[in-house]
């Protein structure tokens, strides 16, 4: 993690080895900029000009002063102009991603940053420290273990000084405190999907539920494939059946001691390589299918979130854990599957995988806990990636209320979504003539994302229910900074942690 500390001094007392701060669009010239130049570059103004930087978004100089034993490098980053009289605070996380990105590449180990005023976002000080500490150590986040040549590895850690008013410093520290117990539940669920699947079965990930129940205190339940058979979840079977490793279902559950309070439930799938079993995926689909437990990692790491931030709702964590390979013991195409909740599945394509498994996860949940709200989060279409690409995830759902607060969260969290036409046209695609359902929709229908969504909604009964596809999201995310370098991006951790802590609002 970041090691961020606070500071009331300027900017030119400090004794870091960069400097940073952030300009509007064609307001280069203020105070703070024209101070520094004295300080350390006299032709800073005329070398931005040269570089053609007026403070444009997305735009960064980074000035070396020729001094190396003091501040090296100055970085000068753009927002853009206000619109509506702010700057969206997006922006602001791009910003700083593009920050410490650079300061990777150029090897630089620590920076004073000058913060800009919450103001300018429309924000609390509060949740702009908290912003910054949670980017800055999501930017900072690489997946290099496996790299043997260690020159090739990057410093997760630079250091950072932030440079505040002292009237500041309480809203700062507790702002940071809370970003930090936060980037570093994102940057876990990260780091176990860009694991390779071979270190990461469903035994694997189960355990590091289990390591978290343990450190934070949580409930947890771990059903081996003995007992989910035992238990009739035969789609978490069926799709397990392929493989020689022991599929699993994880319940993480954080209770509070007040009574009457209300019940989350959030289930994620958490396929730990989804090869498409017999209906195969050809190579270049499935070379990132590690991936196809992000919405698993999403929850168990909300939940190590939750347990520290502690709101006062229940919230369940519900994981079913597999991996989806062919073989000769494998579900074939037409056999048929038996759920928890009683109802059946015809399985035309083995490939359609991640619905079967939430199925068992969303009926058990219902049954157990009878949530007042229930989310999944899964990696389930390529349809939702087409659909709205890697900048949104997909939002479905029948029930207002729980769709306004989901997008709230959106909001405030950074992780956007997108809301996809729900409505009861779809139902119809998942008809199938020899069981209750297909895991299939009909081609005429088209639509897959929402198809599916309309599968999973026949095992959440009366539950308010909201369903979000992630599988544009989860992984190789372009074109925003912070992400840089592709593989996980923990999408979903941000914001099923801001619904929690947002559901008594
Ligand atoms: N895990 C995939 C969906 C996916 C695709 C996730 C791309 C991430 C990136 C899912 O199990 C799948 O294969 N879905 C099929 C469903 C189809 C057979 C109805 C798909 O989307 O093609
Ligand atoms: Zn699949
Ligand atoms: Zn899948």
Known sequence: ???????????????????????????????????????????????????????????????????????????????????????????????????????????????????????????????????????????????????????????????IELCIKSAYKKDFQEGIEKGDIIAKAVNRARHWIDLPPVALTPTELANKAEAIAKEFDLGIKVFGESEVKKMGMGGLAGVSAGSEQDCKFVVLEYKVKTKNAPTLAFVGKGITFDSGGLSLKPPRYMETMKEDMSGAAAVMATMQVIAQLKPKVNVIGLTPLSENLPSDKATKPGDILKFYNGLTAEVKNTDAEGRLILADALSYAVKHYKPDAMIDIATLTGACAHALGPFFSGLMGQHPDLIEKIKKAAETSGDRVWELPFSNDYKAAVKSTVADICNIGNEKIMAGAITAGFFLQHFVGETPWAHLDIAGTAFDVPDISYYAGGGATGVGVRLLVDIALQWQQ
């Open 1 to 159: 993690m970041i090691p961020f500390s606070l500071s009331e001094k300027s900017l030119f007392d400090t004794k870091k080895q960069s400097i940073a701060l952030f300009v509007e669009h064609e307001n280069l010239e203020t105070k703070e900029v024209k101070d520094l130049a004295k300080e350390y570059f006299p032709a800073l103004l005329a070398y931005c000009k040269q570089q053609e930087f007026a403070g444009q978004v997305g735009k960064m100089v980074a000035i070396p002063t020729g001094d190396e034993k003091m501040v090296k490098t100055i970085f000068i980053i753009g927002l853009g102009k206000k619109e509506n009289n702010k700057i969206d605070i997006e922006i602001f996380r791009r910003a700083l991603g593009t920050l410490i990105k650079a300061m990777q590449r150029l090897k630089i180990d620590s920076c004073a940053m000058s913060v800009p005023e919450a103001k300018l976002f429309n924000v609390t000080k509060e949740y702009l420290a908290q912003q910054i500490a949670i980017i800055c150590n999501m930017a900072a986040y690489h997946f290099d273990e496996y790299i043997t040549d260690k020159s090739r590895r990057v410093n997760q850690k630079p250091d």
